[in-house]
């Protein structure tokens, strides 16, 4: 009788195409499904699936509530969050520490993102969150999530993360606290303008500054997955394979259609080395210090947990 794979549910992206595919080493030993991360989320919560792409603030809840939940040191999705704040066309906010006492829009009041985003607006601007109104297009993923006494905040109650280019645009927010580049942003951005004078700077400085390259997902397992330590060791080095590959399709200037790509890429290759994606707990110990650190200090966790607690 076959032994049923383990499941493993990943967000499609250029690093885990392969897995998707079946085209990295050692793929064919599990059984990949695509799906959303909000998604896949609320299925690692219930119980659903062997390992799958977590959002991290979920994940980090999880652990505070003592889930049979584990990481492996994969971080499958991180991004800088500059890119993603936007002020409507001629509002006059020219920088961040003007967004005192306005209203923001997020799509969730302790998605990962948010957290993030708060993190920097104390950092950058020594905003807190209490500095602001908060509206949120939907609840938070966990009943647990409560919202800390004293933060103003209304949520919208939506069961899908769409229309926040709409709070902004009909004025119901004075600026977008975001996640992506969707759709509804794209078509709208004419209409809209970040409060600073250059995004790549912007940037570029929190990272020499900072050194955090901002982790959004990371791999989550059950408990009793992790028990076989062989396999958990051959899983992570599937996802490791699949990065180098998208790593290596990226040297081919054919392979996106951006006419700049080499010398992006070679900057990029300057400022992150050859590994932007580098896994591991230590390269990124720094890192998580800082989200646990924020998301202590936020209200998310009601004791300050330490990085070794998620692995």
């Known amino acids: 009788m076959s032994t049923a794979r383990p499941r493993i549910a990943v967000t499609r992206y250029d690093r885990t195409l ?5 085209e990295a080493d050692g793929a064919e030993q599990f059984q990949f499904e695509e799906g959303g991360t909000m998604d896949i989320t609320r299925a690692l919560l219930e119980g659903d699936y062997d390992a799958g792409e977590m959002s991290l603030s979920a994940f980090v809840k999880a652990r505070e509530e003592g889930m049979p939940l584990r990481a492996l040191p994969v971080f499958t999705n991180r991004k800088f969050f500059q890119q993603y704040i936007y002020v409507a066309q001629g509002s006059g906010i020219r920088s961040l520490s003007e967004l005192a006492g306005r209203r923001v829009g997020v799509y969730m009041y302790w998605m990962t993102s948010s957290i993030w985003h708060r993190q920097y607006l ?8 209490s500095d602001l109104e908060w509206i949120a297009l939907m609840d938070d993923r966990m009943d647990s999530m409560r919202i800390p006494t004293g933060i ?11 229309g926040i280019a709409d ?29 600073f004078p250059e995004l790549d700077r912007a940037q570029r400085e929190y990272f020499e500054r900072t050194r955090i390259f901002p982790i959004v997902h990371l791999l989550v397992c059950r408990e009793s997955f992790l028990d076989d ?7 992570s080095s599937v996802f490791e394979s699949a990065k180098q590959a998208s790593y290596r399709k990226l040297e081919d200037e054919t392979y996106t259609a951006l006419p700049f790509v080499r010398s992006y890429l070679e900057d990029s290759q300057k400022v992150f080395g050859a ?18 650190e924020a998301s202590h200090r936020q209200g998310l966790t009601h004791e300050r947990l330490a990085v070794d607690d998620l692995f």
């Open 18 to 22: 392969p897995l998707i595919l079946s």
């Open 122 to 129: 104390h950092a950058e601007a020594d905003l807190e969150a």
């Open 152 to 162: 103003r905040f209304e949520s919208l109650g939506q069961s899908r993360p769409e």
């Open 167 to 195: 709070l902004l645009l009909g004025g119901r927010v004075d600026c977008i606290l975001g996640a992506a580049t969707t759709p509804e942003i794209l078509n709208a951005r004419d209409q809209f303008e970040r409060p």
């Open 229 to 235: 330590g062989e396999q958990a060791a051959q899983l």
């Open 275 to 292: 590994d932007p994606y580098q896994d591991g707990v230590e390269p990124n110990r720094h890192v998580l210090e800082a989200f646990l």
